[in-house]
């Protein structure tokens, strides 16, 4: 799974992570954390359409370096970076055989159930939510 090192802006209610390597790509929100969430979001979705689009991913820079650019660009005052996973979609389901508890799966189908997810859909959900908060 590839990394790429987003740089920390905020306080308060107000968050930004900006992924350097993907300029443009960045993320907002009222918390570090959805900000965190929002950043890894966009870097999927800039991704994607950059495949769409043809074009190569950039190979992530050593995060050393990001945070060194982007300290040079803060005027040397302190900046704080966050690592972001990418994960892609690839566009083609595969089938996967897991064993889970009964009462586990019980609860998985009907929370998929009140969210209007299929199991695998609402599984998908959470597994990518999961890798996102491991950041």
């Given at each position: 799974?590839?990394?790429?090192?987003?740089v920390?802006?905020?306080?308060?209610?107000?968050?930004?992570?900006?992924?350097?390597?993907?300029?443009?790509?960045?993320?907002?929100?009222?918390?570090?954390?959805?900000a965190?969430?929002?950043?890894?979001?966009?870097?999927r979705?800039?991704?994607?359409?950059?495949?769409?689009?043809?074009?190569?991913?950039?190979?992530?820079?050593?995060?050393?370096v990001?945070?060194?650019?982007?300290?040079?660009?803060?005027?040397?005052?302190?900046?704080?970076?966050?690592?972001?996973?990418l994960?892609?979609?690839?566009?083609?389901?595969?089938?996967?055989?897991?064993?889970l508890?009964?009462?586990?799966?019980?609860?998985?189908?009907?929370?998929?159930?009140?969210?209007?997810?299929?199991r695998?859909?609402?599984?998908?959900?959470?597994?990518?939510?999961?890798?996102?908060?491991?950041?």
């Amino acid at each position: 799974m590839t990394r790429y090192m987003g740089v920390i802006d905020g306080s308060g209610d107000v968050w930004g992570v900006v992924i350097p390597d993907f300029p443009g790509c960045h993320g907002g929100g009222a918390t570090l954390n959805e900000a965190v969430e929002d950043a890894t979001s966009a870097l999927r979705e800039f991704a994607a359409q950059m495949i769409a689009d043809g074009e190569p991913l950039p190979e992530p820079r050593d995060p050393d370096v990001v945070l060194n650019e982007a300290l040079d660009n803060n005027g040397g005052s302190q900046v704080c970076g966050v690592s972001i996973r990418l994960v892609l979609d690839k566009s083609r389901p595969v089938r996967a055989n897991i064993s889970l508890d009964a009462g586990l799966l019980e609860a998985i189908d009907q929370e998929a159930k009140r969210r209007g997810l299929t199991r695998s859909g609402f599984l998908a959900s959470a597994a990518l939510d999961e890798i996102a908060r491991g950041s």
